[in-house]
Structures are given as C-alpha cells and as structure tokens.
C-alpha cells in the first residue's frame, strides 16, 4: 500500500497538466483588477480634467462683461454641465461666483458673490485669500469654484467611504477683460 502511495505521488508531482489553468485562475483576478482600474483612473482623470475646464470657462465668460445679474449668473450651471455631456453631471455640479476687489494695498475684498441657488456665500466687504501672485493693487478679479461629485463606477465600490464618491473641486481666478470691475447689479 506504501509503495503504491509513493508511485502514485510521484506520477502526480510530475504530471504537468492543467499547469496553464492553474496559473491562469491565480492570475485572472489579478488582470481583471488592473484593467478595471485603468478604467477608473481614465474616466476619473478625464472628469477632473472637464471640472477644470468648466470652472475656467464660467470665470472666462463672466470676465468678458462688464455688468452680471443674478439671472444672467443662473446661466453658468448650465455653461458648465455642457462640457460635462458625456458624463451627465449636470445636476450634480455646484458653482459659486465671487467678485474680488484688490485695493491700493493689494488687500483682496469681495465686492459681491453668486451660488447657484441664487444666494450670498461670501459677505461683502469680506476678506479673502486669493493667490500672492495675484494680488497686484487697485485691480478686479472674478473667482470660480467648482464641485463635482464623482462615483466609482466599478473599481472597490466597498473600499472607500461614502459610497465610492470622490469630490472633485476646482477654483480658478480671472482678471477682468474691459474697465475696472465686473459689476453684480442685483448680488
């Protein structure tokens, strides 16, 4: 019976069959994780990217006027849920609009603010931190802040907090294009 044992062992120790099978079951799961988080990395890196755009975009349009109402600021939520399209984040996205007095000693003020649920998010005649390179005396500023929530679509959906959603915010800062200011009549 022992010697049978000992045969049959070593037939089994060098029988070579089913090897790739083994290798690939051990390696599947491995593959499968990688290519998926490829998946989310790309689609993450390309609504971060669109985030950036947007938030540039609302700050641009808003600097080429001269005068702003909150009625014609309740048209940049939707300026910027276009460059979302394919992602239809539209109704996800939160915005606030912030005009920035700079006075003679480069001290940075709010003049008026917008958020897109049509109230007042700075106080007037606040102070507020803009970026050093940015502070040049008796200038105009108009800041864009961005969010945008961002749901895992398959990669670990119970390894993260929160139900897999990573907020992605974005804040851009533009100069005025023509006079001295961007004026909010009704801000």
Do not use: H
């Not at 890196?45 to 014609?72: G, N, P, Y």
């Not at 917008?114 to 200038?139: E, G, I």
């Not at 959603?165 to 100069?175: A, E, L, V």
Request: charged letters at 15%; one cysteine or more.
């Amino acid at each position: 019976m022992i010697s049978k044992l000992g045969v049959l062992s070593r037939r089994l120790a060098g029988d070579r069959d089913g090897m790739g099978a083994i290798e690939f079951a051990i390696l599947f799961p491995i593959l499968v994780m990688l290519y998926v988080g490829a998946f989310e990395v790309t689609i993450g890196l390309s609504v971060s990217k669109r985030a950036s755009r947007a938030a540039a975009t609302v700050a641009d349009v808003i600097t080429q006027q001269q005068t702003v109402t909150k009625s014609w600021l309740s048209d940049m939520p939707n300026v910027a849920a276009s460059i979302f399209v394919p992602y239809n984040m539209g109704n996800r996205i939160t915005l606030k609009v912030t005009g920035i007095q700079i006075d003679a000693s480069a001290n940075p003020t709010v003049k008026w603010s917008w958020a897109q649920d049509n109230s007042r998010p700075y106080a007037v005649n606040a102070a507020v931190t803009v970026p050093a390179d940015l502070k040049k005396a008796n200038s105009f500023l108009v800041r864009s802040e961005l969010t945008v929530p961002y749901r895992l679509f398959l990669f670990g959906p119970n390894l993260m907090p929160n139900d897999s959603i990573i907020t992605i915010s974005r804040t851009y800062y533009y100069r005025q294009r023509q006079g001295d200011n961007v004026l909010c009549s009704d801000c």
